[in-house]
């Protein structure tokens, strides 16, 4: 069974960093292109950053960019999130997606709370 799992969430105060990763098994993870979601409490689920199969194209919301970094290891079948100089604003759910087509896999997601 296609499996993402999701790791290295937490309580981080603003202005702190945290480093996502998402491990992909049981498919082939270098043909995906790998997305990271969010969600806050009764807000949509929204796209944070996109990276292409072969990781040379990235992609990130307007909230984020020149904060978050996503990145992977096709080697590890992992892809990553760094965040920088986090915010209240950015406490959600963070969701690992693999896509490919038509064909997607979720992970279960993390859970980061920016908060003092």
């Known amino acids: 069974q296609v499996q993402l799992v999701e790791s290295g969430g937490g309580l981080v105060q603003p202005g702190g960093s945290l480093r996502l990763s998402c491990a992909a098994s049981r498919f082939t993870f270098s043909t995906y292109a790998m997305n990271w979601y969010r969600q806050a409490p009764e807000k949509e689920r929204e796209l944070v950053a996109t990276i292409s199969s072969n990781g040379r194209t990235t992609n990130y919301a307007d909230s984020v960019k020149g904060r978050f970094t996503i990145s992977r290891d096709n080697a590890k079948n992992t892809v990553y999130l760094q965040m920088n100089s986090l915010k209240p604003e950015d406490t959600a759910v963070y969701y690992c997606?693999?896509?490919?087509?038509?064909?997607?896999?979720w992970g279960q997601g993390t859970q980061v709370t920016v908060s003092s």
């Open positions: 997606n693999a896509r490919r087509g038509i064909t997607e896999r």
